[in-house]
């Protein structure tokens, strides 16, 4: 009798150590996107829940938390139980923001890096009749304005204001006051800007700008992403044009959670990704938002790392934090 409880002790604790493991995901996985719905992450993260379930075996359910440049949200994951049950639909507002305000943002590498997702492609763009038919063309007029010349951004250091700093730098024009930053909130208002004619320039997520380019009413210069996009194949990148600075930034998002994570999480949302990057559904949504689907072309902890020293060294270039 003494024998035959101590098999089912055995058991039972077999069944609650390693073997238990095996079996995540036993309920829906809550995703949180760190900004409001109906932007780029949103989008993102909603394709990833349509796209994911059937490899995860569960439902994935999104989670708007927006609120300090993307900070609220990321860091109600950084905080959240290493269980797997609560991801971040990451943004490189997660590499960005500690590099320019570390006092107040969740540090770049809070977290378990399970993947990148996609490349969300800037671009340069000017009004259909503006009298600038390529990069060389608008640069030569910053520089005959003498700071005359105005772009529109969320911020300073918001990506969208690094994308123009970044290219005045690489022109050996001060990042700051070669053109003047006019500020606007979202990016339906930036478009909106530049489209009224308030500003000469924008250098935005392509998501806000794809729809007034395709009307004619906005001509793309140029792009900042890993690779052309298709809806522009004509369109050069930054890195193709010999831009040191500016060929380094684009927009992206990634799936982070919870700093240590159990392996069989990590290895069961590898699989889970492999199967995303092959999903035509996934893929079709990435083109329909103007993305490029990169989920396994890198190391995500590795590109992480070197988004926060790009952006950490440009905000010591630029003068936002001490050398």
């Known amino acids: 009798m003494k024998k035959l409880?101590?098999?089912?002790?055995?058991?039972v604790i077999a069944a609650t150590g390693p073997a238990a493991a095996q079996t995540y995901p036993e309920q829906a996985v809550t995703l949180v996107v760190p900004y409001g719905p109906g932007g780029a992450s949103?989008?993102?993260?909603?394709?990833?829940a349509e796209t994911a379930p059937a490899a995860l075996g569960q439902p994935v359910t999104v989670m708007n938390r927006?609120?300090?440049?993307?900070?609220?949200?990321?860091?109600?994951?950084?905080?959240?139980?290493?269980?797997?049950y609560t991801l971040l639909l990451a943004r490189v507002g997660m590499a960005l923001s500690p590099a320019v305000t570390p006092q107040s943002a969740v540090a770049w590498d809070a977290y378990t890096f399970l993947g990148m997702l996609e490349a969300t492609p800037m671009i340069l763009a000017v009004r259909a009749d503006a009298p600038y038919e390529d990069v060389e063309g608008l640069v030569?007029?910053?520089?005959?304005?003498?700071?005359?010349?105005?772009?529109?951004?969320?911020?300073?250091?918001?990506?969208?204001?690094?994308?123009?700093?970044?290219?005045?730098?690489?022109?050996?024009?001060?990042?700051?006051?070669?053109a003047t930053l006019v500020p606007y909130k979202g990016g339906g208002a930036l478009a909106t800007a530049l489209l009224g004619g308030h500003v000469d320039f924008v250098a935005m997520a392509a998501g806000?700008?794809?729809p007034h380019i395709e009307s004619g009413d906005l001509k793309a210069l140029m792009?900042?992403?890993?690779?052309?996009?298709?809806?522009?194949?004509?369109?050069?990148?930054?890195q193709e044009l010999g831009y040191e600075k500016a060929g380094q930034i684009t927009g992206w998002s990634a799936l982070y959670g919870p700093k240590d994570l159990p392996e069989d999480v990590i290895a069961k949302w590898d699989a889970v990704l492999g199967?995303?990057?092959?999903?035509?559904?996934?893929?079709?949504?990435?083109?329909?938002?103007?993305s490029i689907s990169t989920v396994g072309d890198v190391d995500m902890t590795d590109y992480?790392?070197?988004?926060y020293e790009l952006f950490n060294g440009l905000a010591q270039d630029f003068g936002y934090l001490p050398n």
């Open 66 to 84: 927006p609120g300090a440049g993307g900070m609220n949200g990321a860091r109600s994951v950084a905080q959240a139980d290493a269980d797997g």
């Open 5 to 11: 409880i101590g098999s089912i002790a055995l058991a």
């Open 140 to 178: 030569a007029a910053i520089k005959e304005s003498q700071g005359g010349m105005t772009y529109a951004a969320s911020g300073a250091t918001a990506i969208d204001g690094f994308t123009t700093q970044a290219l005045l730098a690489d022109n050996d024009l001060d990042p700051l006051t070669a």
């Open 275 to 290: 199967d995303v990057a092959t999903n035509e559904q996934w893929l079709e949504l990435a083109k329909r938002r103007g």
């Open 304 to 307: 992480a790392k070197t988004q």
């Open 223 to 238: 792009v900042f992403a890993p690779k052309r996009m298709d809806k522009l194949p004509d369109v050069a990148t930054a």
């Open 42 to 48: 949103d989008l993102a993260g909603r394709a990833l």
């Open 208 to 210: 806000s700008l794809m």
